[in-house]
């Protein structure tokens, strides 16, 4: 039996005019006529009407008296059943949701003149769908009306049973899974990430003017479910025959807000925001009953101002005088036992064992004898500190805080997905259906979105202008979507549906230093934007530099690590194909997809060194107990600090390196052209699934098939995918080293590279998953 089963998956699927494969997002409605008596009635002609766009469908029943609809486009229909010498059934009010399986029954009498009987659904047709899969349906309706305080309908992913608590976009649980392991669709296209494994997530933002249903599937029983154990599939409005739309504007603003509790103890005021989203949505016909339109234009602009505190050092640090109390550690003026008041005065501790003390941290140390000769920390950071006002952070004595109101333009979450809901936003949505005859209709959906914003990662300044310029870093995301689809009646059994899809998610993150950068163009060292901030850095032999000191690492700048900047292109095209076949009371169908990824990205992380101030391997001398008497481990350890920042002091040189190519094993940094790490990976999906509908009788449906998925092994464009090598047993076995009779080493692998007939893993094409469900 198992010989014939995968011989059977095996020619259907090669027999396929594509091998692609996707799950439709037509609905599809099915059922039995009969008479009085019970008996099954063939020959009865059954019609579909979309009330919105008049489209008419019309199929007959067939020798088993059953019927199926096997690709309807969502909406609300009108099916009625009609035979000579039988009174005309009708169902009104049929919605049809996205992939939803409707089972429709009808009950002729004979009459001998002509009657109608009217019979009113529900307007979700819950009751009557056929599908065994559990979830939870959100109609257009239901997305319109629901509360949503920064109108994203992923969020109400978490007012679905089966999901769990959410502490951000991609933390908890979905139906007994992580969230990240849901496959994301739109109108059937996979809209998730294409390069984070986000799961439940869009890469262009979901507006309820956008969505005319929104389905959560927390347990799947359906063989052309795939890509992840839950699904949540998003369907796009589209117009009718009526010209209808709206203009909307909301406004958060920090005016209403209450202050927090933390604002209120420091008394100061609270974060003021303020955040404007507006937009118009239109749709109809462009030509009635054919050709119908619908477009929606949004825009958002988000603007906060904090109430922030950057760490600077107080007048007699920036000297080089060290004050302490002899025997007290420093405490700030929030700590147990504060060695300074909230205006900055000193306090002695009752466990001092004498009064403020200040000794120079200058001409102690014979290799640190004063400020750092080339000038950088006094002419570019102290110059641009501002004075401290707020002694809650630091010591108080020699280091403190300088609070300011920071302006922020959009801020982007730290890994630069977005929360959608502080960013600076423009997107265009438009949907364009069109029926050649009644037998062949074509869609075509499009979104282009633009975020533009500041970004934690990106770089935000921690200290205000003084008049010499302080820097922002900067993040823009450009998420792209394009779904088509043909659907085609090539008899009254036999329906095609065939998608081409393509999205992508563009993201440049730029550091202070390298804004406006052209990531394409490798010469492309400096934006026009960063110019300026990139002067300031200081350079060796052309080459430029990071310092980081030690007591205020995050400045007027930023210069740490965590300042980065990087691009991602994640592009991902679909060709999908669906066949639905009815034969008696079955409904076959039948598809495959496949799916082309790459991402290309870049991290130009310590390509421009960064150097960190501090004793590096020649311990700092003179700053001790027994040099200065009294001085406390932990004072010491600041007043070194101290020192080291002023005297510019080397602790460690980061720098990266990246191999250009393959055959040429070599090493190349920032002044041999290099400026980025940049690598594109390439890999390719497929998908294939067979299944059944069957009307075992009038009130029981049996659905049941099979599902089967092939992952690809990735590979690098340019061959530098890096895999082990080594040890025992080739050729991955190599981790434990010479214990295993050899030493590991690395070699690049896959496609491209020197070594194409090794891959970073096994293919496994033996991805096969039975579904069985009936209702």
Known sequence: MRQVLVAAVTLLYFALPVHTFAQTSNATVGGTVSDATGALIPGVTITATNVGTGIVNTVITSEAGAYNFPSLQTGTYRVGAELSGFQTQTYEGVTLGFAQQVRLNFTLLVSAVAQAVEVTVAADTLIATTSASVGTVLSEYRVRELPLANRNVMELLATSGGTGPQGGERAGYFAGGRLSAVNTTRDGMVVSDGRYTHG?????????????EMRIITAPADAEAGRGAGQVQLVTRSGTNQFRGS???????????AANWFNNFRGVNKNYENRNQWGARLGGPIRKNKTFFFVLVEGQRNVEKQEFVGMVLTAPARQGIFRFFP????????????????????????????DLTPFSVFNRDPFRPGYDPTGFIQNVLLSRMPPPNDYTIGDGLNTAGHRWTRRIYGLDVSDGQG????????????????????????????????????????GIPNWPDLGQGHYYGAHYRWPTVLATSLVSTFSPTVVNELRVGYKDTKLYTWDPHYVGREFED????????????????PKLNGLPYRPVTRLFPANFTSWTGRSSTRYSISPQYTFADTVSWERGAHSFRVGAEWRAANS????????????ELGPGGVPVRDIDNIAIPDLTGNNQTLARDLLTDLSGSVHRITQAFDVIKPTDPIFSYWGQGVYMK???????????????????????TLN?????????????????????????TEPFAGLCGISCGGLTRAQFVGKNSPNPDIKLHNNDFNNFAPAFGLS
Not at 683 to 700: C, H, M, P, V, Y
Not at 710 to 719: D, Y
């Open 678 to 700: 940049d690598r594109a990976w390439y890999t390719n999906e497929a998908s294939w699934f067979f299944k059944d509908t069957w009307k075992a009788g009038r009130n029981l």
């Open 419 to 458: 929360t959608f809901d502080k960013v600076n936003r423009d997107q265009f949505n438009a949907r364009l259906d069109h029926h050649f005859t009644p037998d062949h209709g074509f869609s075509f959906i499009y979104t282009w979105e633009r975020n533009i914003d500041n970004s934690e990662q990106a």
């Open 522 to 537: 490798p010469a492309g060292v400096v934006g026009e934007k960063g110019q300026a901030a990139f002067d300031i850095l």
């Open 704 to 728: 049941y098939g099979i599902h089967w998925e092939w992952f690809g092994v990735p590979w690098e464009r340019r061959g530098l995918a890096g895999a082990p090598s080594g040890g025992a």
């Open 247 to 257: 203009v909307f504007w909301t406004n958060r603003n920090s005016a209403l807000d």
């Open 200 to 212: 439940a997530y869009s890469n262009a933002y979901i507006s309820p003017d956008l969505v005319e």
């Open 327 to 354: 025997g007290a550690d420093n405490q700030n003026a929030i700590s147990l036992r504060p060695t300074v008041d909230f205006t900055g005065n000193p306090v002695r501790p009752a466990n001092a064992t004498g």
């Open 600 to 611: 290309r990205s870049g991290n130009e992380a310590h390509m421009t060194p960064m150097v």
